[in-house]
Nanobody
Framework: QVQLVESGGGLVQAGGSLRVSCAASGRTFSAYAMGWFRQAPGKDREFVAAISGSGLSETYAASVKGRFAMSRDNAKNTVYLQMSSLKPEDTAVYYC???????????????WGNGTLVTVSS
């Protein structure tokens, strides 16, 4: 069982930057690929980014590629999502997820955090 706790959300102006973090419980963190998803008001949850267990492979949604960067620190059991050039349409609850495989993917995640709200003002 993996427990995930997100932090770092908040209010930021358009064009600004913000970093959200996700701390995971457990001793085999590198065995899990990690993902970030988001859900905007009135919309379905969507994939944002994923990173392999080793941290050597990342994948991004087209809507955030070049603006967002995902990383992980396996010694600290933590993943990060650095968001830059933020737009009002990036406003959403951002969720961290863990997958029982070190291979990153856009779906099939097994554990989820409770989310952190990111609001981008215009």
């Amino acid at each position: 069982q993996v427990q995930l706790v997100e932090s770092g959300g908040g209010l930021v102006q358009a064009g600004g930057s913000l970093r959200v973090s996700c701390a995971a419980s457990g001793r085999t963190f590198s065995a899990y690929a990690m993902g970030w998803f988001r859900q905007a008001p009135g919309k379905d949850r969507e994939f944002v980014a994923a990173i392999s267990g080793s941290g050597l492979s990342e994948t991004y949604a087209a809507s955030v590629k070049g603006r967002f960067a995902m990383s992980r620190d396996n010694a600290k059991n933590t993943v990060y999502l650095q968001m830059s050039s933020l737009k009002p349409e990036d406003t959403a609850v951002y969720y961290c997820a863990a997958k029982r495989s070190p291979i990153a993917s856009i779906d099939q995640y097994d554990y989820w955090g409770n989310g952190t709200l990111v609001t981008v003002s215009s």
